[in-house]
């Protein structure tokens, strides 16, 4: 395998790790679940589940 092959192969590897879609059902897990959380007035859990589910580091290296 060369080298560029192999870069294409990680490049694939990683648009699919970023761009996977989600299920419905996980999203309206998801939104219970915050919309639970902020009743409860418990804003650092809430935080932490929305950082988990829609991360905002996700970036995609550019080769």
Do not use: G, Y
Not at 20 to 45: G, H, Q, S, Y
């Amino acid at each position: 395998m060369n080298s560029s092959q192999s870069k294409d192969d990680w490049v694939k590897a990683q648009q699919h790790k970023f761009h996977k879609p989600i299920d419905v059902d996980t999203l309206m897990w998801v939104r219970n679940r915050l919309m639970r959380l902020e009743v409860e007035a418990r804003w650092a859990d809430r935080i932490c589940v929305f950082e988990e589910f829609f991360p905002n580091d996700a970036i995609i290296p550019r080769i």
